[in-house]
Antibody, heavy 118, light 109 residues
Framework: QVHLVQSGAEVKKPGASVKVSCEAS????????LHWVRQAPGQGLEWVGL????????MYAERFQGRVTMTRETSTSTVYMELSSLRSDDTAVYYC???????????WGQGTLVTVSS | QAVVTQEPSLTVSPGGTVTLTCGSS?????????PFWFQQKPGQAPKTLIY???NKHPWTPARFSGSLLGGKAALTLSGAQPGDEAEYFC?????????FGGGTKLTVL
């Protein structure tokens, strides 16, 4: 069965960087895209970007351009999202989710809480 | 970046029908925006109900349906149940860039 397992909660200071991982299992890693979506406390969903594991192609939401980097490691079926220059309003739960033909956001990771606080 | 607009809140009676809509600041919503609808309950990850306007996942209850209506994407719930009380988010694709709506809090009362 398909699983997306994310790394654990992080606490960071303003200005620092955070790197969150999402390990996929139960399917061929390179077949589907992986998106990152975040949700600030009590707020809605916000798309951060996507990575295509087969090629490494990435696409980011405009507001995160220059601050976010998404990568993948095919040997471990893991994608990473690194967000730099953290601010307090980056405090959120970050989710990875699978997409592509035959997937369509069918599986989501459990979420990773990133807290930015001085 | 485009702005996607949803009703902030709606109420439906048990057994009733309600339609949630999702509009785009760029104009009429089309199938080319590949509309998605997600349901989220407190403390849980979102669950995808509808993709590509009107397609359902195996777990999507038959009482949910997606469509295009009056230039917007629409999610219709027919025969609401108490368990359908949740927040519902739509999402569009703009040449690959995804944008979520602000969410609709649906109350079944």
């Amino acid at each position: 069965q398909v699983h997306l397992v994310q790394s654990g909660a992080e606490v960071k200071k303003p200005g620092a960087s955070v790197k969150v991982s999402c390990e996929a299992s139960g399917y061929t890693f390179t077949t589907y895209y992986l998106h990152w979506v975040r949700q600030a406390p009590g707020q809605g969903l916000e798309w951060v970007g996507l990575v295509i594991p087969k090629s490494g192609f990435t696409m980011y939401a405009e507001r995160f351009q220059g601050r976010v980097t998404m990568t993948r490691e095919t040997s471990t079926s893991t994608v990473y999202m690194e967000l730099s220059s953290l601010r307090s309003d980056d405090t959120a739960v970050y989710y990875c989710a699978r997409d592509g033909t035959g997937a369509h956001f069918d599986y989501w990771g459990q979420g990773t809480l990133v807290t930015v606080s001085s | 970046q485009a702005v996607v607009t949803q009703e902030p809140s709606l109420t439906v009676s048990p057994g009733g029908t309600v339609t949630l809509t999702c509009g785009s600041s760029t104009g009429a919503v089309t199938s080319g925006h590949y509309p998605f609808w997600f349901q989220q309950k407190p403390g849980q990850a979102p669950k995808t109900l509808i993709y590509d306007t009107n397609n359902k996942h195996p777990w999507t209850p038959a009482r949910f349906s997606g469509s295009l209506l009056g230039g917007k994407a629409a999610l219709t719930l027919s025969g609401a149940q108490p368990g359908d009380e949740a927040e519902y988010f739509c999402m569009f694709s703009y040449s690959g860039v995804r944008v979520f709506g602000g969410g609709t809090k649906l109350t079944v009362l």
